[in-house]
């Protein structure tokens, strides 16, 4: 994963505040967990990205509007999916 030494993996020009604000919250909730819980060579502001890119509302209406997936069918893929890329 590349590296964002100069940022906190909350800092987009033109961002949506609410999505700042989701940011924000997963930078504390990844940043609270022990070493070793994100997946090696993963760092925090790389986890809110990935999170960011796979759990957004274009995803779902994908999923849900194109794919013809349940809403439940989403959120055990969004489980599944974030267990293997975020954690170790």
Known sequence: MP???DR???EHRGQDPGRRRGDLTRVQVFSSWPP???RTGLDVPSAVDVYAA???IDVYAVLTGE???SADQV????CG???RELLH
């Open 3 to 5: 590296q964002h030494p």
């Open 8 to 10: 906190s993996g909350t």
């Open 36 to 38: 070793g819980v994100l």
């Open 54 to 56: 796979l759990c957004n």
């Open 67 to 69: 794919r013809g997936w």
């Open 75 to 78: 959120e055990q893929w969004w």
């Open 81 to 83: 999916v974030l267990v």
